[in-house]
T-cell receptor, first 113, second 114 residues
């Protein structure tokens, strides 16, 4: 059990560019979550997957955001046409379907210039 | 709708003193409650959770929390602060039914003075 991993850890991009983040959950965790955390705030839920099915999406997840988990293992979060307001820490978490405990990765810090 | 309020964005204690971090929640259904700790530039680590079993929950690193339904509170305590406890602490709530998302408070930064 190596924990939840996220790649990259840091991303600096120019406004208007597309970015993609990857999350690898703890093996055999079939639930995967994405959260966004801005400076001085708690994480805000974006979306979650049960295996490959995306079961819940926040209204925060605008049309520019898309998340996938095609094989029920790793997940990607893509932001198209980035805006400065997208600058935040993007956190991924995973859990089993019998546990209430979500285990978080180290996050990807996005800076949009 | 669920929500979490953490009173005090910053709490400062002396090393060896009692730590008390406050959390109040609102939930339309019996909730699950969690405390997480976050060190700078890191993800969140689960400290403890309440899932309708014992109302006094013990977690890692000597922390514990008590669920008080009548007060809708889930305050985090530690009898004696250590310098390594300095971090950001987040309280979170999850509905006790079909939704699995966590709703977080805005966090409390704990400062420990030598």
């Amino acid at each position: 059990d190596t924990g939840v991993s996220q790649d990259p850890r840091h991303k600096i991009t120019k406004r208007g560019q597309n970015v993609t983040f990857r999350c690898d959950p703890i093996s055999e965790h079939n639930r995967l979550y994405w959260y966004r955390q801005t400076l001085g705030q708690g994480p805000e839920f974006l979306t979650y997957f049960q295996n490959e099915a995306q079961l819940e999406k926040s209204r925060l997840l605008s049309d520019r955001f898309s998340a996938e988990r095609p094989k029920g293992s790793f997940s990607t979060l893509e932001i198209q046409r980035t805006e400065q307001g997208d600058s935040a820490m993007y956190l991924c978490a995973s859990s089993t379907d019998v546990s209430n405990e979500q285990y978080f990765g180290p996050g990807t810090r996005l800076t949009v210039t | 709708a669920q929500s979490v309020t953490q009173l005090g964005s910053h709490v400062s204690v002396s090393e060896g003193a009692l730590v008390l971090l406050r959390c109040n929640y609102s939930s339309s259904v019996p909730p699950y409650l969690f405390w997480y700790v976050q060190y700078p530039n890191q993800g969140l680590q689960l400290l403890l959770k309440y899932t309708s079993a014992a109302t006094l929950v013990k977690g890692i690193n000597g922390f514990e929390a008590e669920f008080k339904k009548s007060e809708t509170s889930f305050h985090l305590t530690k009898p004696s602060a250590h310098m390594s406890d300095a971090a950001e602490y987040f309280c979170a709530v999850r509905r006790g039914d079909s939704s699995y998302k966590l709703i977080f408070g805005s966090g409390t930064r704990l400062l420990v003075r030598p």
